[in-house]
């Protein structure tokens, strides 16, 4: 059965985009049929990081509108067969796009994928919560410092408050993904700890992505990170929380600032 | 930072932890609960103007949150004319407009 799962964070510039591509490459790579989808209507960019800016002819708004059908817009991925984008459109404003419609082209989705991978823009607003409106998961993407928690446990309460399975009365399943996180500072008391975050946000650990240049030549060569440098700690954490969305029990990594992990089980649960 | 400063100052991460723990406890409550003054005072409101003319700026909804009882407090302020329409149809007046319900804490998350 498909999952639709929101990226999310509130807060802008914490590594959402990144996030949706690598781990949509990530997913796909291990053969799941995914389909990643740019909801920041009007500052699109998941198309420039997953390097098909040149590609896109239709767009989300064009599908959910009803002007052209969903094979047209859906661009699949020259690397990974299994791997589709979404794009979000540039010129419209947030408007252009109705709760019917995502819903309409989220369902049409659910029917051709195994997942589908919703990139959220940064806020609250509308944007925001249509890109989480319709989700059965969200990863919620954090950088450990304070306005982005603070931002990040808005964001919970919104996917407890706003969210269709809410409204079902169901219990959204939500996971932190920690990403820049550097351990060195952290061991220093100069950074927030990954157990001080999960404490204060009270969600599960999907996984601790390191601070690493290697994020930013990924997204200067238009690559997912799992296919721009796969050995990288960043690539190997986002695989990871691949297969632990995929339901294979492995424990989280935790960098060590050697460019290696230590492996660290963090059994603790949401409150 | 010198040697001795190491010692001397708090770790910022530390300050940080203490400094979000305090903000979310009081966030969490505000926006829980920001939906639902609101949604109460607009429908509370439409009942009451159905039978009586109030004014709408004189309407005041407030919730005290207690550990085994919550208190929901909505005072209405109904002019005199309308007020004395309602004691005359009332069997017994009650002495103020105002009304105290009391409902089962809701929690928030």
Redesign the interface.
């Known amino acids: 059965m498909a999952q639709v799962l929101v990226v999310t964070s509130g807060k802008g510039g914490v590594g959402k985009t990144t996030t949706t591509a690598a781990l949509g490459a990530a997913l796909a790579q291990h053969g799941q049929r995914v389909v990643v989808v740019d909801f920041d209507v009007g500052l699109r960019n998941l198309d420039l990081v997953m390097g098909a800016e040149r590609r896109v002819v239709y767009d989300l708004t064009y599908v959910a509108q009803g002007n052209v059908r969903l094979h047209q817009a859906l661009i699949r991925d020259r690397r990974i067969e299994t791997l589709f984008l979404l794009a979000a459109s540039q010129t419209r404003d947030k408007d252009a796009l109705s709760e019917e419609g995502v819903e309409r082209v989220i369902k049409e989705l659910r029917a051709s994928f195994d997942w589908v991978i919703c990139d959220s823009p940064a806020g609250i607003e509308r944007g925001a919560t249509l890109a989480m409106r319709f989700a059965d998961l969200a990863v919620v993407v954090t950088n450990p410092e304070?306005s982005s928690?603070?931002d990040s446990?808005?964001i919970i309460?919104l996917l407890?408050?706003k969210t269709e399975k809410a409204a079902r009365g169901e219990r959204m399943d939500k996971h932190l993904l920690l990403t820049r996180y550097d351990p060195i500072r952290?061991g220093?008391?100069?950074?927030?700890?990954i157990e001080?975050v999960m404490?204060?946000l009270s969600i599960p650990l999907l996984a601790v992505i390191p601070e690493s240049e290697d994020v930013l030549r990924a997204s200067n060569l238009g690559s997912p990170i799992t296919l721009a440098s796969p050995k990288s700690a960043p690539a190997r954490a986002y695989d990871e929380a691949a297969q632990r969305l995929m339901g294979v029990d492995k424990p989280v990594s935790i960098p060590n600032g050697r460019n290696g992990f230590l492996t660290k089980l963090f059994g603790r649960r949401a409150a | 930072m010198s040697w001795l400063s190491l010692f001397s100052r708090r770790k910022s991460a530390s300050v940080a932890r203490e400094r979000l723990q305090i903000l979310l406890t009081h966030e969490r409550v505000a926006t829980s609960q920001s939906d639902l003054i609101p949604t109460l005072r607009e429908e509370i409101l439409a009942v009451v103007a159905k039978h009586v003319a109030v004014d709408p700026e004189r309407v005041e909804v407030k919730i005290d949150r207690g550990k085994a009882v919550s208190l929901l407090e909505i005072d209405i302020e109904i002019p005199a004319t309308a007020g004395a329409k309602i004691f005359s149809a009332l069997p017994q007046a009650t002495k103020g407009a105002s009304g105290r319900l009391q409902e089962m804490a809701a929690k928030p998350a």
């Open positions: 304070v928690v603070r446990d808005r309460g407890d408050a952290a220093r008391g100069d950074m927030l700890r001080d404490d204060i």
